[in-house]
């Protein structure tokens, strides 16, 4: 198969690609590789993907360094190569960056979608698997947070231009027939990851002796998953292609499917851990104690996360395998070794 994975020089793009490439796919990666952090990063990422691919038994990969808000570059790499499937996951990430920068997720989350979409759409592409937020749930509070529940009051502009991509996707898939799954990923952690998370911000604080800043007091909880099981649920969720739900009634509309080939499906490690034991799990690791600053909440962030991921596990047989312990510890172990601490 030769798949379009969107944001391969990112922390999920890149796990998703390894992956894909490991078990013999043809990897089309797509990526501006801009500056929104250290762009060195995300280079040493490509390089290990190129690295992969020679690899025996391995899929190609090629590399597209180009901008999605850019209709031409898109279209172009669509008249080049035929996809068996996309998955689309670059986009501008960040809840602090969205307060401040607004312009930036319209291009990147806005008009590079609606790009992907006419692309897939005139290219008849199969399936298109693409990334959304659990920060979509906004000011709900009923845990574990359901696809089947509305999520109409996002509190920052990331989560709504996330939402608008669920649904210009529905729009897509009622219009053309497009087949598409958003994946509404929770608090994703793990080696590769991006530096302005929490994981990497506490490791480097800590590791400098510095104080870590835990906001809302630190009484946040999170459903933190591991990336490895992330991908796993991705490429799941891209081999089974969206399909109408004969049961969808516009009487009762449901949120997560519809009479469209269209899903929306949670997709997170379902045990919520309390910030507190993450910081702990992340002391022990590093076999060092955290000098703590508590902090009022944060606008825009959401003070617990819950996914339901029974829909998915069904669908796909999905279901996290990784512990939280375990995945800080092996991000520990990729952080001291990427940077000789």
Same mark, same amino acid.
């Given at each position: ?21 490991? !078990?013999?796919?043809? =990897? ?6 801009? /500056? ?14 190129? @690295? ?12 597209? !360094?180009?901008?999605?808000? &850019? $209709? ?11 996809? &068996? !499937? /996309?998955?689309?996951? *670059?986009?501008? *990430? ?9 312009? %930036?997720?319209? $291009?990147? +989350?806005?008009? *590079? ?21 659990? #920060?979509?749930?906004? /000011? ?6 359901? @696809? ?20 210009? /996707? ?25 530096? %302005? ?40 969720? #891209? %081999? #089974? ?9 516009? &009487?009762?509309?449901?949120? *997560?499917? #519809? ?6 499906? +949670?997709?997170?490690?379902? $045990?919520? =851990? !309390? ?8 002391? @022990? ?7 703590? @600053?508590?902090?009022?909440? $944060? ?9 339901? =991921? ?32």
């Amino acid at each position: 198969m030769k798949i379009l994975v969107t944001g391969t020089a990112g922390f999920i793009g890149f796990h998703v690609a390894r992956t894909l490439l490991a !078990r013999g796919a043809d =990897v089309v990666g797509f990526d501006v590789v801009n /500056a929104y952090y250290d762009p060195s990063l995300k280079e040493r990422r490509l390089e290990l993907l190129a @690295e992969a691919s020679r690899a025996p038994e391995s899929g190609s990969f090629t590399f597209i !360094r180009a901008n999605l808000a &850019d $209709q031409a570059a898109v279209n172009s790499a669509f008249a080049a190569h035929r996809f &068996d !499937r /996309a998955i689309h996951l *670059a986009a501008q *990430a960040g809840v602090r960056h969205s307060l401040t920068h607004p312009h %930036d997720y319209v $291009q990147s +989350n806005i008009v *590079a979608f609606t790009n992907i979409l006419e692309a897939c759409r005139h290219n008849d592409t199969p399936h298109l698997t693409y990334a959304s937020t659990s #920060s979509v749930y906004g /000011a709900n509070t009923a845990m574990p947070f359901s @696809e089947h529940v509305g999520v109409d009051h996002p509190l920052q502009f990331y989560a709504a231009t996330k939402r608008a991509n669920e649904l210009m /996707a529905h729009a897509y898939s009622h219009l053309f027939r497009l087949p598409t799954t958003g994946l509404r990923f929770f608090t994703v952690y793990g080696p590769w990851g991006r530096p %302005d998370m929490a994981l990497f911000l506490f490791t480097k604080a800590i590791l400098a002796g510095e104080p870590i800043k835990l906001f809302n007091h630190g009484h946040h909880t999170r459903d933190f998953t591991y990336v490895e099981d992330i991908a796993e649920g991705v490429i799941r969720a #891209s %081999d #089974s292609i969206a399909e109408p739900n004969p049961d969808w009634s516009s &009487d009762r509309p449901d949120p *997560a499917t #519809s009479n469209a080939p269209f899903r929306i499906f +949670n997709i997170g490690n379902n $045990q919520p =851990v !309390r910030l507190m034991e993450y910081v702990a799990a992340l002391e @022990e690791a590093l076999g060092r104690t955290a000098q703590v @600053e508590l902090l009022p909440l $944060q606008p825009g962030d959401v003070p617990d996360t819950f996914a339901d =991921v029974s829909r998915l596990e069904r669908a796909v047989g999905y279901k996290p395998a990784t512990p939280v312990n375990e995945g800080v510890s092996r991000f520990v172990a990729w952080y001291r070794d990427y940077y000789g601490v």
